[in-house]
């Protein structure tokens, strides 16, 4: 692939942005390492060597007869001692950096939950005795993927209702900014603790859910380029060559529009990130037990006794939001064009 | 005598404006108001007036980038402007246009040769792509654009290299109508010249008609066939370029002619200075909707709209007045 000179120096000039350029690259580093959470932190060995055998317990199910004959041919518990001996009579493990998920109970803790930080807990436990670290892991992970993608279906659609109204303008923009007009005026939580109710919360109908509502943030931005971009002289000679109104818009209207749309993601991104987190605070969001970091600030508000609950929330949630508004920021600047056009 | 290729009957486009003291009220503005004229097939006619006039609405009407209100617009006898889109496509390609800004008439993302490639794939005029960058290469060649230019972005370019571009898109298709929408007016005087010896030249080599639609007279004499001059949304007198030249009829066309500037210095003229300002179109004069301006207007002027009648061979002109008094 080739790039154009504009793409070029946009991306000198966020290079150049040393703060965003280091966030992004510090964010791919974090997302990219709890992407393979499991094989970091996880209540199951990564391999077990036993009589001769290899076996992946992070990858593959296996009975607990398998190691100890005495067992029950149930799922196997890495964590129980009796279990351990017996491999280790006949062979030895490798566990994760962490030998704990996020929904493993940490055994044998000689103080009640919520437990500090020790060198066994590196950030402690919480006061359902499940180890701190491990939960930030994988719950970076999920509020990062569920950000990704209400983000990407949110602006998508966004971006056609936007296209849509400005390309064709009158009646149907007439219609459709009263419609959201209208739609963005729905109490959201309410609606949101109406469907809990009804239905527990998942992932995905979360995600359904703030989708509805907000897929409206971009339509302004791209319902104005499309305005103006319809009126251009070279879209105007495109509909002369008779090019039908969707690749009008595809083509020829959209590549402009995406600058602007462009800018917003990242803060798009923060945003989802943030809802998430303060449904979860708020007990409207992922059912109960799921990794999310909204939770973890909730148990800080409620263990005020034991701070590295709601330090480590604030630090991981801060850290993980000044990043993207990081990144942000340098998009912005590479897309501005006083910057690149001299 | 043939049907010409394009003849326009009445044509007439209204823009609704906000009115009122708050903007609530609705006001319709006729940016053009009865226009009738006809192209034949290898004709140019110039399309001529000052700014707001209403010369781009007609263009854009017959492009039909915009719907008229009211009136006939034929292409080889078959009604154009009330066709729906779809069947209007195909006719697409025997219209196409050049626009007056050279640098926002190119989309800036696209290659050269992607810009040209793409009526050619919309209509599907040439296969595969041997014949595809052969078809790119004439295009190039026909309008001085060297054949390298092809995998270069507009910006690139010059205004008159990239307008040379934008009339090698117009012809990509083979058409037979080009409007060229104050194609020259944005470039300067050299190039101008260029533009102008390359259009005629394709006109000579293609056989095209060409719609020039300009607020230069003296760029049209160079150029056309006959000339049509608009005020105010209306045509105010047609004729043969020689004709109205040599013998301008209208009190409007006059003061235009005498507008143009003469390349020498010892030239003794009269220059006819109109006072005040075009009118709105949104309540335009009545009467003959010149008379605000006019230096010979008499009372009949303010009643009365003149109609075209003929002055001369195909020479019509909107003037009550046969021969005008010489003014001083």
Redesign the interface.
């Known amino acids: 692939m080739t790039l ?1 000179p504009l793409t070029r120096r946009r991306l000198a000039v966020f290079r150049a942005h040393r703060r965003g350029f280091v966030a992004l690259w510090i964010f791919t580093a974090l997302f990219l390492l709890c992407l393979f959470a499991e094989f970091i932190a996880n209540d199951r060995p990564l391999v077990i060597r036993y009589d001769g055998q290899w076996y992946f317990p992070v990858l593959a199910d296996y009975g607990g007869d398998v190691f100890d004959p005495t067992a029950m041919p149930t799922e196997a518990d890495y964590t129980d001692p009796e279990l351990q001996a017996a491999v280790r009579a006949k062979g030895w493990m490798v566990w994760p950096l962490i030998p704990y998920d996020f929904k493993s109970i940490v055994k044998n803790l000689d103080r009640p939950a919520p437990s500090p930080p020790s060198w066994h807990n590196w950030l402690g436990t919480d006061d359902e005795a499940r180890d701190v670290l491990a939960r930030i892991i994988y719950g970076f992970r999920l509020s990062v993927l569920f950000g990704f993608t209400l983000t990407a279906v949110a602006s998508a659609v966004g971006i056609a209702a936007g296209a849509v109204q400005g390309f064709y303008g009158g009646a149907i923009d007439l219609l459709f900014q009263r419609f959201i007009e209208i739609w963005s005026g729905m109490p959201q939580l309410y609606l949101l603790i109406i469907l809990g109710s009804v239905l527990t919360p998942t992932f995905w109908t979360l995600l359904i859910f703030l989708l509805l509502f907000s897929w409206m943030h971009l339509t302004g931005v791209v319902r104005a380029e499309f305005l103006r971009g319809r009126n ?3 879209v ?8 039908g109104d969707a690749a009008v818009m595809w ?2 209207i959209l ?2 529009a995406m600058v602007a749309t462009l800018t917003f993601l990242p803060f798009t991104l923060s945003g989802s990130v943030t809802v998430l987190a303060s449904l979860d605070f708020l007990g409207f969001g992922l059912p109960p037990g799921a990794p999310s970091l909204g939770e973890l600030v909730s148990e800080g508000k409620n263990n005020l006794q034991a701070p590295w609950l709601g330090i480590t929330a604030f630090v991981v949630l801060g850290g993980m939001l000044t990043l993207l508004i990081f990144i942000g920021e340098a998009v912005r600047d590479s897309f501005d064009p006083r910057k690149t056009m001299t | 005598m043939t049907a010409p290729l394009l003849d326009v009957q009445d044509l007439r486009k209204e823009f609704a404006v906000r009115a009122g003291r708050f903007g609530f009220g609705r006001a319709m503005l006729a940016a053009v108001d009865g226009v009738s004229f006809t192209v034949s097939r290898g004709e140019t006619l110039s399309l001529v007036g000052e700014s707001g006039c209403g010369k781009s609405t007609v263009g ?1 009407a017959i ?1 039909r ?1 915009i719907a008229p209100t009211a009136g006939e617009i034929r292409l080889d006898g078959q009604r154009i402007d009330d066709l729906p889109e779809h069947r ?3 006719l ?2 025997r ?3 050049v ?3 050279p640098f ?4 800036p ?2 290659t050269v040769g992607d810009i040209l490639a ?2 050619l794939r ?2 599907g005029l040439v296969h595969g792509r041997a014949a595809r960058a052969e078809r790119l290469g004439q295009l190039a060649d026909a309008v001085g654009v060297a054949r390298e230019a092809l995998g270069r ?1 507009p910006h690139e370019f010059s205004g008159g290299q990239r307008q040379r571009i ?1 009339i090698a ?1 117009a012809l990509a ?1 083979e058409p037979e109508l080009i409007v060229c929408d104050e194609a020259v007016s944005a470039l300067d005087v050299s190039v101008k010249a260029q533009i102008i010896n390359l259009l005629a030249d394709l006109q000579d080599r293609l056989g095209l008609a060409l719609l020039f639609i300009s607020h230069d007279l003296a760029v049209v004499e160079h150029l056309t066939h006959r000339v049509a001059v608009m005020y105010l949304g209306r045509i105010v007198e047609t004729g043969p370029r020689r004709a109205l030249f040599a013998a301008p009829h209208h009190p409007y066309t006059r003061a235009l002619l005498s507008s143009v500037p003469v390349p020498d210095p010892t030239a003794t003229r009269r220059r006819i200075v109109l006072g005040g300002d075009v009118p709105s179109p949104l309540a335009p004069p009545p009467g003959c909707r010149f008379h605000t301006r006019c230096p010979f207007a008499v009372e009949r002027c303010r009643v009365e709209t003149p109609a075209l009648r003929p002055v001369g061979e195909g020479h019509v002109s909107a003037c009550h007045f046969d021969t005008e008094p010489a003014p001083g």
Not at chain 1, 236 to 243: E, I, N, S, Y
Not at chain 2, 104 to 107: A, V
């Open positions: 154009s251009l002289d070279y105007r000679a495109a509909r002369a060559l008779g090019v083509r020829h590549p402009n | 854009r492009l980038l209007l496509r195909p697409r390609r219209i196409q246009v626009f007056q800004d926002s008439s190119l989309n993302r696209l793409e009526p919309n209509f972005r934008g898109r298709t």
